[in-house]
């Protein structure tokens, strides 16, 4: 006789018990999306239809992201893909997983005058570039990255998205001009402690910038522009905005994530 197929429910419930013993903070949604993507449905239907069979192919594709899982590669690596903002991003190890505090970096760029040229620096998977272009057709923005990886990766999301961004292999903004600049830069103190989703996974290039994290960003704040908006480090938004003003920039914002840490910094002149 024919084994009944695995429920959504029981899938679910069977993958609880390894994902929380392997120290993942949020086990049931972890679970919900990699089924989801096993099955090649959303969340909301896997809710509504608990007591569906798990189709064998998709069940042994299951298993397989959830092994992956317990040895802690984040979800986004597992399933290939990221929503940021209004778009989806194919994301893989050579670029650092788009993050919702940066979703404020694209809020910021927003008011741009018309037809502004804008530059994101360090574009690792073309996340604010890509994001803002998708919201802000009219504005002209070029992505740079030193990693050839990780431009490969923003390149391929902008084809497959259709938008117009230009990308260039340089540090930091190169040789190009512009009238403004975006960017989510490396911002880690050397040696800090990360969960192992993040140090065992994703690249050291994208996170780490010196004994303070700032190694970037003293950098970035000399760029020739009238605006600057800049995610940075808990505790960090002092000493940049010291570095912002000692550049010339007379107006600087500080920005709360949803948790009221200040995490972004923009600056006019
Ligand atoms: C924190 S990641 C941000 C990626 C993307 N902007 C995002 O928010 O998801 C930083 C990126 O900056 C790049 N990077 C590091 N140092 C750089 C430099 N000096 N010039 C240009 N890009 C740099 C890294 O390769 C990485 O892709």
Redo the contacts with the bound molecule.
């Keep these: 006789m024919a084994r009944a197929a695995t429920s959504v429910r029981d899938a679910l419930d069977s993958a609880l018990i390894p994902l929380t013993a392997a120290g993942c903070e949020n086990p049931r949604l972890d679970a919900e999306v990699l089924l989801a993507a096993a099955m090649g449905v959303d969340r909301p239907w896997l809710i509504v239809n608990s007591r569906e069979g798990v189709p064998g192919p998709a069940a042994r594709v299951f298993m397989d992201f959830v092994r992956r899982r317990r040895e802690r590669e984040p979800v986004a690596y597992i399933t290939g893909i990221k929503g940021?903002r209004h778009i989806d991003l194919a994301v893989d190890r050579r670029?650092?997983?788009?993050?919702p505090e940066?979703e404020f970096?694209v809020e910021a760029a927003l008011k741009l005058p018309q037809g502004a040229r804008v530059i994101?620096?360090?574009?690792?998977?073309?996340?604010?570039?890509l994001a803002l272009k998708h919201e802000r057709p009219d504005l002209d923005v070029v992505a740079?990255?030193?990693?050839a990886d990780?431009l490969d990766v923003a390149r391929h999301n902008a084809l497959r998205l259709g938008l117009r961004v230009g990308f260039v292999q340089?540090?930091?903004w190169g040789d190009l001009e512009a009238d403004a600049i975006v960017?989510?830069?490396?911002?880690v103190e050397a040696g800090e402690r990360l969960m192992p989703d993040v140090a065992l996974f994703e690249?050291h290039?994208?996170?780490f910038?010196g004994a303070d994290g700032l190694d970037?960003i003293r950098?970035l704040v000399s760029a020739p522009v009238r605006f600057l908006a800049l995610?940075h480090g808990q505790g960090q938004a002092d000493p940049i905005e010291a570095l912002l003003r000692g550049a010339g920039f007379t107006t600087v914002d500080r920005i709360r994530d949803l948790a009221g840490i200040e995490r972004v910094t923009v600056a006019h002149r």
């Design positions: 940021f670029v650092l997983i788009p993050r940066t970096v994101d620096v360090g574009t690792g998977s073309g996340a604010i570039a740079t990255d030193v990693s990780a340089t540090d930091l960017s989510n830069p490396p911002y690249p290039g994208a996170l910038a970037v950098r995610e």
